[in-house]
């Protein structure tokens, strides 16, 4: 079971808000997430600000400002190799996107791929990156838990392999395998041209950003040998 320390360094979320969306993590997960991918149970437990989470555990921490531009979330490994969330709530804000609907879009996919190394073969024997959010990614596919916004993911289903009923994706925004809804994206990897990225049709309330340096996304057009890990501990440029 991984232990998870919620750790808050974002002068906009408060103590209440924190709370109330890590109740509604732990809800999806058990009661969404578990049940369609497998994943193991998890404890998120609220670190204060006084403490150290204890060693060995994942992180999903909190902070104000994105240090690079168009980054407003990511999913990362640390330098000792263990799975980091980062959210960067007020750039979020400044964009009119959910925290929470952020935050729970990194929280599943670590949970599902916490290794940053998840792929899944298709008929055409092309490999689809194991980002459960991405292709349903936005404000727009989120659904509520308790009152809390959180992410849409996809299913098995939508890597075309594993039938579930024909749920493509938990909320059914999908229609088909391997369908990228507006706003969203997904990555595939071809023989000849390697990494591609695929987007969803862009509406006028949603714009295409290119990839955040050390995201997944762009971690794979990357390559691994090229790959830099996160920082364990904040920085206080990343705080804004």
């Known amino acids: 079971m991984p232990e998870i320390a919620v750790i808050n360094r974002s002068t906009v979320v408060t103590t209440r808000a924190l709370a109330t969306m890590v109740r509604a993590f732990e809800k999806q997960w058990a009661r969404d997430l578990l049940p369609i991918w497998g994943v193991d149970e998890a404890d998120l437990t609220i670190v204060p600000a006084n403490r150290v989470p204890r060693r060995g555990a994942w992180w999903l921490v909190f902070l104000d400002d994105t240090h690079q531009a168009h980054k407003l979330a990511y999913h990362d490994l640390t330098s000792d190799g263990l799975p980091i969330s980062k959210v960067f709530a007020r750039t979020l804000l400044r964009r009119n996107a959910s925290v929470s609907v952020g935050a729970s879009h990194e929280l599943c996919e670590m949970a599902v791929d ?16 194991g980002e459960v959010c991405d292709p349903v990614q936005g404000d727009r596919h989120a659904y509520e838990v308790s009152g809390t916004a959180v992410a849409d993911f996809v299913t098995p289903e939508w890597f075309g392999h594993v039938h579930r009923g024909g749920r493509v994706d938990f909320k059914r925004h999908a229609k088909k395998p391997f369908q990228v809804l507006p706003g969203g994206y997904a990555q595939k990897y071809e023989t000849r041209r390697g990494w591609v990225q695929i987007h969803g049709a862009v509406t006028a309330n949603a714009k295409r950003t290119p990839p955040a340096s050390g995201s997944r996304r762009e971690r794979r057009a990357r390559g691994s040998a090229l790959w830099e890990r996160s920082d364990p501990i904040p920085e206080s440029r990343s705080q804004g």
């Open 114 to 129: 916490p290794w940053l190394s998840g792929a899944y073969q298709d008929d055409n024997e092309v490999f689809w990156a």
